[in-house]
C-alpha cells in the first residue's frame, strides 16, 4: 500500500468517526425563531409550487371537466415518476447539513457534484417513464378526449423533467446551509410566470393554439428550465458558495456515491410510497367517471396545500438535527425534534378547524359543476380526521433523516401507504361488498386516512425513542 493510500484511509477513518461524535464547533438557532426562520422560505416556496398545480387545476376547471380530468391524470402521472425519482436526491441534505454544521464547507461542493451525477441518470430515467404515453393512459382507464389530451401533456412534461430533476440537487443544498430564501424566490418567480404560460399554452395566445388541460404539461416544461437556470446562476456567481464550490472538475466518485445512495434510495421510495399513495389513487379514481377524478383532483389539491405548513416544519427539523449532530450537540438535535413536534401538531390542529369551517367555500372556488362540488365536499372529512397525524408522521420521518435513519421509516410508508391506504382503498373503492360497498372515491380517502393515521403514530414514536437515545448513547447511530 503507497503512503498515499495509507493517508486516504486514514483520512476516510476520520470522516467516520466525526460522523458518529464530531468536535463541537458552534451550535445552530434551534429557538422558535430559528425554526421559523428556516420553516418560513420552505413554506413559501412550497406555497408556490402547490400554487402552481392549483393554477393549472382552476384554470382547466373553468374550461370544463374533462380538461380537469386530464390535469388531475397527467399531473398525478408526471409528479408520481417526478418525485419517485428525485426523492433519492434527498441524501444530500442531510450530509451537506452534517457538513455545515461541522464547518466543512469544501466537502459540500464536492457532494453537490456526486449528486448531480445521480441527478443526470435519474433525469434520463424519468423522461423514459413518462413518455409511456400509452400505458398511463391504459392504466388510468380514459379514453377518447382525454386518454389524448393526457398524452399530449406527458409528452410535454417530458420536455421538463430532465430541469426538474436537476434542480433538487440545488434545492437540497440551499436548505442544508440555510439558504432556503433561494429556493422561495426562485419558485415565487416560477410561480410568476405560470399563469401567462398557462394563458398561451392552454387558452392560446400569441399565435400559440389552444391546447386546453394539454397545455398545462407545455406550462410545466418551460417553466422547469427557468427555474434550473435561475439556480445554477445563484451558485455560481452568489458569494456566499464561495466557500463551498468545489476546485476542481469531480468525476462520479463511488465512496461518495454509496454514502449518498445508502440514504436517498430509501428516502427516495418513502417519497414515492407517500406521493404515488395519492397520485395512484387519483388514476384509479378515473376510472370510476369523470366527477370522481374532478372532485378527488380539488381534494387533492386542498389538502395538500395545508400540508406544507408541517411538510416546511419537517425539513427545517431536518437541518438543524443534522447541522445539530454534526456541531456535536445531540441534545439539542432532540430539543429541536420536540419543539418541531409540538408546534406542527398546534398548527394541524388549526389547519384542520380550517378545513371544517370553510371547506365549502373553498370547494366552490375550484368548479361550477354541482355533482362535483356535492362529492368534493364529502371527501373533505377525510383531509380532517388524518391532517394531524400527517404533520406528525412528516416531522417524524423528515428528523429520522437528520439522524440518516431513513430504511425503517421506508418500510413503515410502503405498509401503511401503500398496503393499507392505497390496497385497502382499492378494495374499498371498487369492492367490499359485504360491508355495502363498493364506495367509490370515499373508499380510497378512508383507507389512506387510516394509513396516514397510522403512519404518523408510528413515525412520530421512532423518530422520539432515536432522539433520546442518541443524547445518551452518541455513537448509536
Not at 28 to 53: E, H, Q, R, W, Y
Not at 276 to 288: G, H, N, V
Not at 302 to 316: D, R
Not at 335 to 352: D, H, N, P, Q, Y
Request: proline share 4%.
Amino acid at each position: 500500500m503507497t503512503e498515499k493510500d495509507t493517508t486516504r484511509g486514514q483520512t476516510e477513518d476520520r470522516d467516520e468517526a466525526d460522523l458518529a461524535l464530531p468536535h463541537r464547533t458552534e451550535a445552530p438557532d434551534i429557538s422558535l425563531t430559528g425554526l421559523f426562520k428556516l420553516a418560513t422560505p420552505l413554506l413559501v416556496a412550497n406555497l408556490a409550487i402547490m400554487g402552481g398545480a392549483t393554477i393549472d387545476t382552476v384554470m382547466a376547471g373553468r374550461i370544463g371537466a374533462e380538461h380537469l380530468a386530464t390535469v388531475a391524470l397527467g399531473s398525478a402521472t408526471s409528479v408520481m415518476v417526478l418525485f419517485g425519482v428525485v426523492g433519492t436526491l434527498q441524501g444530500l441534505s442531510p450530509i451537506a447539513g452534517h457538513h455545515f454544521g461541522a464547518r466543512k464547507y469544501t466537502k459540500i461542493g464536492f457532494e453537490l457534484t456526486q449528486n448531480l451525477w445521480i441527478a443526470v441518470f435519474l433525469a434520463l430515467l424519468g423522461g423514459l417513464i413518462c413518455a409511456q404515453t400509452d400505458f398511463w393512459t391504459e392504466f388510468g382507464g380514459v379514453s377518447g378526449r382525454v386518454a389524448q389530451m393526457t398524452r399530449d401533456y406527458l409528452l410535454a412534461s417530458v420536455l421538463g423533467v430532465p430541469a426538474a430533476i436537476i434542480s433538487r440537487s440545488y434545492i437540497a443544498v440551499n436548505a442544508a446551509v440555510n439558504r432556503p430564501r433561494v429556493t422561495m424566490y426562485v419558485a415565487l418567480m416560477m410561480l410568476a410566470t405560470k399563469i401567462p404560460l398557462n394563458i398561451i399554452f392552454m387558452y392560446g395566445w400569441l399565435g400559440v393554439p389552444a391546447l386546453g388541460g394539454a397545455g398545462a404539461g407545455w406550462s410545466l416544461a418551460v417553466n422547469a428550465w427557468l427555474g434550473l437556470a435561475a439556480y445554477y446562476l445563484v451558485w455560481r456567481l452568489d458569494s456566499y458558495y464561495d466557500r463551498m464550490r468545489p476546485e476542481r472538475f469531480y468525476w462520479p466518485d463511488m465512496r461518495a456515491l454509496w454514502a449518498q445512495l445508502k440514504l436517498g434510495v430509501p428516502i427516495g421510495l418513502s417519497v414515492f410510497f407517500e406521493v404515488s399513495s395519492f397520485t395512484l389513487m387519483a388514476i384509479f379514481i378515473s376510472r370510476i367517471g369523470t366527477t370522481d377524478v374532478a372532485a378527488h383532483q380539488i381534494v387533492a389539491n386542498i389538502t395538500a396545500t395545508l400540508y406544507q405548513v408541517p411538510l416546511s416544519l419537517a425539513i427545517a427539523v431536518s437541518i438543524l438535527v443534522s447541522q445539530c449532530l454534526g456541531a456535536g450537540f445531540p441534545d439539542k438535535a432532540r430539543e429541536i425534534t420536540l419543539r418541531t413536534f409540538k408546534t406542527a401538531t398546534c398548527l394541524a390542529v388549526m389547519g384542520s378547524v380550517l378545513l371544517y369551517v370553510a371547506g365549502d367555500p373553498l370547494v366552490a372556488l375550484y368548479t361550477k359543476d354541482a355533482a362535483v362540488h356535492a362529492l368534493a365536499v364529502s371527501l373533505l372529512i377525510f383531509g380532517i380526521i388524518y391532517h394531524v397525524t400527517d404533520a406528525l408522521q412528516t416531522v417524524g420521518s423528515f428528523s429520522l433523516r437528520g439522524y440518516r435513519i431513513t430504511f425503517v421509516p421506508m418500510l413503515i410508508y410502503g405498509i401503511l401507504l401503500w398496503a393499507v391506504g392505497l390496497g385497502g382503498g382499492y378494495w374499498a373503492g371498487f369492492h367490499a361488498q359485504q360491508f355495502g360497498g363498493p364506495y367509490g372515491a370515499a373508499g380510497f380517502w378512508a383507507a389512506t386516512a387510516l394509513g396516514l393515521v397510522l403512519a404518523g403514530l408510528s413515525l412520530s414514536s421512532m423518530a422520539l425513542w432515536v432522539s433520546a437515545k442518541r443524547v445518551h448513547t452518541p455513537k448509536a447511530f
